[in-house]
């Protein structure tokens, strides 16, 4: 019997600047976003897939995907075939996240599947 390495790991993520307070608030409390990375937190799914299982227009898909790529929550793969068309798929990187909000303290509590910026980021 074999033991199983993950590279999953659970980190806490206290934020005390306002700025990226605010920031991280609004990613993490917009639904668009909630419902797309959960969309693609088990299987990697291209943008039509998700706009398909989500009902969400493509267009905001894509803005989403772009905005969740910047912040490095998401993981992009795939390639640019001969006649110009892109086929690509995108995993969520957290599968799951808390957010917990007091007088005195801002934090993230996120569970990922390997590394991602927001997550390294110095939020202090």
Do not use: W
């Amino acid at each position: 019997m074999g033991i199983v390495v993950s590279d999953d790991s659970l980190r806490e993520i206290v934020i005390d600047q306002d700025e990226k307070k605010q920031k991280a608030l609004e990613m993490f409390s917009d639904n668009y976003t909630r419902v797309i990375l959960s969309a693609m937190i088990e299987q990697p799914k291209s943008a039509l897939q998700i706009a398909g299982k989500t009902k969400i227009p493509l267009t905001t898909v894509y803005r989403k995907l772009h905005h969740m790529l910047e912040e490095n929550l998401i993981k992009i793969s795939g390639q640019i075939a001969e006649n110009g068309k892109k086929n690509f798929l995108y995993k969520s990187k957290l599968i799951s996240f808390q957010v917990t909000f007091t007088k005195d303290r801002f934090a993230v509590l996120v569970n990922t599947s390997g590394t991602c910026n927001f997550c390294l980021k110095n939020h202090t």
